[in-house]
């Protein structure tokens, strides 16, 4: 088994910054792309906040930049579900150009909310079985290396 992989994604010129690279809010958009590919294979989208009122949100979202894309370039993400329980869920994503070198890795805790409140709730039961057949699909994959990072200045 392997993580879920995008639709193929081009860099685009509007988001090329002052530095001739793509500016770093767009390695977040074509992440979110991927997520929202990959969620759909769990219930989630606009479909299911006009159905259930519920809907998801992330609640921290880190992201490493591994090496510089340029305009035209063609990428694509893979998405792979490292945890979850009844109202969250920790995934993993990586950022490559067609060519196969990585370019950034990203990684998530988003929460399921019932937007009555909004508050965190627990997933309907059918809900809850899509996401776990997801992880089920994933959970014999190897830990991502880059997964679990922490932020700072290392000091000696």
Known sequence: MMPFKSSPMTVVPEWIDYNGHMNMAYYNVLFDRCADEAYS?????????????MTTYTAEFHVCYVREL???????????????????????????HEDGWLAATAEALALH?????????????DTHERVAALYESHRSLPRPERAGRAIGIRRK
């Open 70 to 96: 340029h305009e035209g370039h063609r990428t694509y993400a893979t998405f792979q579900m490292l945890d979850f329980d009844e109202k969250r869920f920790h995934y993993y994503q990586e950022l490559y």
């Open 113 to 125: 909310i019932d937007m009555t409140g909004p508050r965190v709730a627990p997933m309907p039961p």
């Open 41 to 53: 294979l769990m219930g989630f989208g606009p479909d299911y906040i006009r159905a259930r009122s």
